[in-house]
């Protein structure tokens, strides 16, 4: 504890010096899972916190731990495990840090239990702008509750995390996987609302989308035992194991949906129901979506058209598959200019209208189905908004739908932002909103338009009250500069990389670089098999 109490006073030190010569600076946390382009101004100064990386305590009797902002998914699940615990909300990728989900915004497929990763936050220590240490919590009474409310998803244009408390929920070996086939997009989102029912018990659930008629929900409930000596625990964490998107694809694909066959009074096994059910090591359920990124790394395929999409080079490739080095690459390339990568919070009512646009003008599948508790209060988060365009922005509480989108987009540079411009303007007549991950081309006062006058309110007060106007605000994080809807400024850079191949190749060397394929190699919480009780804290029972 006394080297974090160490490395906070010196980013204090740094920050305080800073402030007082008005001088503006950036954090460098050392990774990110954005995909939105850096625009750094020359001569800004950089606070490096990357150092601030350590799992400092699991408390086994309390359920929580202490664990530094830019501390890894897979880290800290390594570290609670042997505990007998885990994080109520996991991201999906493994590189994915503990500040970048509280300053962000984090839902995952427990969250239509637990809501947004903040929402299991106990605690944050935060630098103030003025190099102030304080410790913020979300409690009624607490001094800084409105700071700690404020911070959550402002992208850290409040204050700069240092350490979090996180919630604990007891820890299971497996995850009871069903697979429920569905035939339509209607079907789909009824069914996904259907598995969030309190009665149905599951600790898990998303949906993927191949097609209209090709839909699976994936609900999960933790459990220690198999039903079976002989039941088959399924992996992902392998070269050699499917990815995660095909290997549900492959074992619905011939199953009719689950409603026609509910519908059948004849058919008695799991599978004739529309249903198949497997079981998944908790560790590699939770981060099942790592390699291939979904199945954002066959992008990487239709890049290098000449390498074929098929098992032996998913497995020779192995190491450019996981989600760190895709990212890698994804920067490095420069590909992330052209490629789709959003994520919405709509209304269940909007969902098949959304769906359906999606298919109809960007021909974009699959599609990422993921039930989300929201927030009460107004919130960076994507959230309830009464009705759609024009209508009041009051924030409510409820469940909405995320709908990830993630493919290629027009090559074209002026048609790509168009056809961004497009989903924006078609996500907000459906009273959705976009998380901010990803690019945005939200005019500025659209964009406080859609995410509310009574937010940007409380933000504005905040920022005022804890000195952080010299920072840059929420949209100036998240905007994409554009000279105009049609134009992007562009140097000798960007136009050699969008020469084939230079800019994959580069990613690929940057992705090397940076040595990230080591973290999979030696990661613990991968399923090997015999002894792997002792990660979670069980033994086998007799």
């Known amino acids: 504890m006394e080297r974090h109490r160490q490395a906070v006073r010196l980013v204090s030190a740094t920050v305080r010096s800073l402030f007082e010569r008005s001088e503006p600076y950036r954090i460098w946390h050392g990774s990110t899972n954005s995909t939105r382009p850096p625009h750094q101004k020359a001569g800004v100064r950089v606070v490096d916190i990357s150092g601030l990386r350590d799992v400092l305590s699991v408390d086994a009797a309390t359920r929580t731990a202490l664990v530094e902002p830019n501390v890894p998914m897979d880290r800290l699940v390594e570290s609670t495990l ?53 410790t913020a919590r979300p409690d009624k009474g607490d001094e800084y509750e409105d700071l700690f409310r404020g911070a959550a998803g402002a992208l850290g244009t409040l204050g700069t995390t240092t350490l979090l408390e996180l919630k604990l929920i007891e820890a299971k070996k497996f995850v009871r996987t069903t697979y429920r086939r569905t035939s339509s997009v209607e079907e789909a989102v009824r069914v996904i609302r259907e598995e969030c029912a309190a009665e149905r018990g599951n600790d898990y659930v998303d949906g993927i989308l191949f ?7 994936v609900s ?78 066959q992008a990487a395929f239709d890049y290098f058209k000449p390498v074929p999409f098929n098992r032996f080079f998913r497995w020779f490739l192995d190491d450019f598959m996981h989600t760190r080095m895709l990212y890698r690459a994804l920067h490095g390339s420069g590909e992330s200019a052209r490629f789709i990568v959003q994520d919405i919070g709509l209304p269940y009512e909007s969902a098949e209208p959304f769906i359906n646009y999606v298919s109809d003008e960007l021909a974009i599948w699959p599609l990422w189905l993921c039930p989300l508790k929201t927030p009460s209060r107004p919130s960076f988060h994507p959230h309830l908004r009464d009705g759609g365009k024009g209508k009041k922005d009051k924030a409510s509480h409820g469940e909405m739908l995320n709908i990830g989108v993630w493919g290629w987009g027009p090559e074209d540079r002026n048609l790509f932002i168009r056809a961004n411009r497009a989903l924006e303007r078609r996500v907000d007549e459906l009273g959705g909103t976009k998380w901010l991950y990803a690019h945005t081309y939200y005019p500025r006062s659209e964009f406080w338009r859609v995410y509310g006058s009574a937010q940007q309110k409380q933000y504005e007060a905040l920022r005022h009250k804890y000195l952080a106007t010299s920072l840059p605000d929420v949209y100036d994080k998240v905007s994409v500069k554009v000279d105009n809807d049609d134009a992007v400024t562009r140097g ?3 136009w050699l990389k969008s020469l084939w191949p230079v800019g994959g190749l580069w990613g690929i060397w940057k992705g090397i670089q940076s040595k990230d394929y080591m973290l999979h190699r030696h990661a613990t919480w991968k399923w090997t098999g015999e002894g792997d ?5 069980k033994t086998k029972s007799a």
């Open 220 to 297: 999960g409930k933790m459990t220690d035992d198999l039903p079976s000596e002989d039941e088959r625990v399924q992996t992902f964490s392998h070269p050699w194991d499917p990815w995660f998107y095909m290997h549900v694809r492959d074992i619905t694909k011939t199953l009719p949906s689950s409603a026609s066959a509910s519908a059948s009074a004849s058919s008695s096994s799991s599978s004739s129901e529309g249903t198949v059910t497997e079981y998944i090591p908790l560790s590699e359920y939770l981060f099942r979506y790592d390699r291939g990124g979904f199945w954002v790394g």
């Open 82 to 134: 042997p505990h007998g615990l885990v994080p109520p909300v996991v991201m999906e990728f493994p590189g994915i840090t503990a500040g970048g989900g509280f300053a962000g915004t984090a839902g995952e497929s427990s969250s239509f239990r637990h809501g947004y990763f903040d929402e299991t936050v106990r605690s944050v220590e935060m630098v103030l702008p003025d190099g102030e240490v304080v």
């Open 533 to 537: 009780e002792a990660k979670t804290g």
């Open 492 to 494: 000798w850079k960007p």
């Open 211 to 217: 097609s209209k008629d090709h839909g699976v929900i």
